[in-house]
């Protein structure tokens, strides 16, 4: 046996996530989140510092939470998305989809506005 | 991956309170194409970097001969972001192109509007492994050859036969460290896209 039987990165994922390794709804790496109420005391410590970040001036992506707190964005996902089922952090999205072309002429309207 | 020490802290950019939603494209390209410049170019806040850890085949990995089976590889992702108008953010992903790093690609492809292909002329070979990996996730895509100083220029007809593009798909020059060049290569990805779309209707 030259390797290790246990994946020492899943496991910590794992431990992390209270063990699980999905999260409970559909997280995208630009899903944005901002703080709507303050940690439950005695959370997790990745859990408090998620709520700490998020809990300050405006909303930040999952990518974003998973860089300024050194996690994997697959960890992030989860402990988002439970703060999400337990209304500690909501999106600011609103519910309905714009059609692609709508984005796409938005995105292109965008970009041929900023100064080079 | 570390403790929260690990790092020194950085002050945190946040998402104006006004952005209600979010679009990602990738910028994708093997190593040393210049993905991190350009997105620090044309990002509005400094890069950021998340990394995950994949289980990727080591068969054919150089430093892994002699370990069959399966091997865990942290890939680092670089990212930027610029608000296109109050209500909208687009984050720029740089994504490293090789085949191995697929099992990041699915979650990357998923919901990304497009990507925009760099291209490095000195080692234009290296691009078709990235171009297959986006058209087997129908991602579309644009190229942009990255025009590295004392690099030999070659003609864009040129380079678009030898990395045998589709007629339609857009072919740009860029310097990967000038705002300006990489802006225009992004509108060009975005028009692309949008009459695709149109098209399709």
Redesign the interface.
């Known amino acids: 046996m030259?390797?290790s039987r246990r994946?020492p990165?899943l496991v910590r994922a794992y431990v992390r996530t209270g063990g699980r390794l999905r999260p409970t709804r559909e997280l995208?790496?630009?899903?944005?989140v901002i703080a709507k109420s303050d940690p439950t005391p005695g959370a997790a410590p990745d859990v408090v510092?998620v709520m700490n970040?998020c809990s300050?001036?405006?909303?930040?992506?999952v990518?974003?939470i998973?860089?300024?707190?050194?996690?994997?964005?697959?960890v992030v996902k989860i402990l988002v998305a439970d703060l999400m089922d337990s209304e500690h952090l909501v999106t600011?999205?609103?519910a309905e989809n714009?059609p692609?072309?709508a984005?796409?002429?938005?995105?292109?309207?965008?970009?041929?506005?900023?100064p080079? | 991956m570390g403790s929260v020490l690990s790092r020194p802290e950085r002050a945190v950019d946040y998402v104006p309170e006004t952005v209600t939603r979010s679009v990602k494209l990738l910028v994708a390209g093997n190593f040393g194409v210049g993905k991190t410049t350009f997105v620090s170019s044309v990002s509005e806040i400094k890069p950021l970097r998340t990394e995950e850890t994949i289980t990727e085949a080591s068969v054919g990995i150089d430093d892994m001969v002699g370990l069959p089976g399966k091997v865990n590889t942290t890939v680092a992702m670089d990212f930027g972001r610029i608000t296109l108008n109050p209500q909208l953010a687009l984050y720029l992903f740089g994504t490293p192109g090789q085949q191995r790093f697929v099992p990041l690609w699915e979650e990357l492809a998923r919901g990304a509007l497009g990507a925009l292909v760099l291209v490095d002329t000195r080692r234009i070979e290296k691009a078709d492994e990235v171009l297959s990996v986006l058209e087997e996730r129908g991602v579309p895509y644009s190229v942009a050859v990255n025009r590295f100083e004392g690099a030999q220029s070659y003609p864009l007809d040129e380079i678009r036969d030898a990395l045998d593009l589709t007629p339609d798909t857009p072919l740009t020059a860029l310097d990967a460290r000038h705002r300006g060049t990489c802006l225009q290569s992004l509108i060009t990805l975005v028009e692309f896209l949008f009459h695709r779309v149109e098209t399709r209707r």
């Not at chain 1, 998973?66 to 697959?74: E, H, I, M, T």
């Not at chain 1, 002429?105 to 965008?110: A, I, M, P, T």
């Open positions: 030259t390797r994946d990165d995208d790496l630009v899903t944005l510092r970040l300050r001036r405006g909303a930040l992506s990518a974003e998973a860089a300024y707190l050194d996690l994997p964005p697959s600011p999205t609103p714009l692609e072309i984005l796409l002429e938005e995105v292109l309207n965008g970009l041929r506005a900023l080079a």
